[in-house]
């Protein structure tokens, strides 16, 4: 079982940036795709986030493109979400996912394994 841990979350004003991070515990997890998914107070878990095994392929929900961006380093079995011109409504739980496939997908059913998350808070 692929253990995921997100860290780097935090409060931040609005326009700042946070760089948030999710460690494996396995090495299957260079052979991934990967995902960053975020749960709003309130609201249902959203995609934000995905990259391929080999971290050539990224797709991006339309909410956080061109401000957010995601990379891996499978050398380190480390996942990466830089989240820059953040805005109040970014404020969530954000999770870090793992999926049996090579490329990623923006829906959760294609995730099989999920780390606990990290709360990033933006304040106006």
């Known amino acids: 079982q692929v253990q995921l841990v997100e860290s780097g979350g935090g409060l931040v004003q609005a326009g700042g940036s946070l760089k948030l991070s999710c460690a494996a515990s396995?090495?299957?997890?260079?052979?991934?795709?990967m995902g960053w998914f975020r749960q709003a107070p309130g609201k249902e878990r959203e995609f934000a986030a995905g990259i391929s095994w080999g971290g050539t392929n990224t797709v991006y929900a339309d909410s956080v493109k061109a401000r957010f961006t995601i990379s891996r380093d499978n050398a380190k079995n480390t996942l990466y979400l830089q989240m820059n011109s953040l805005k109040p409504e970014d404020t969530a739980v954000y999770y870090c996912a793992g999926s049996r496939f090579s490329v990623p997908a923006t829906t959760q059913s294609r995730y099989d394994y999920w780390g606990q998350g990290t709360q990033v808070t933006v304040s106006s």
């Open positions: 396995e090495r299957t997890f260079s052979r991934s795709a």
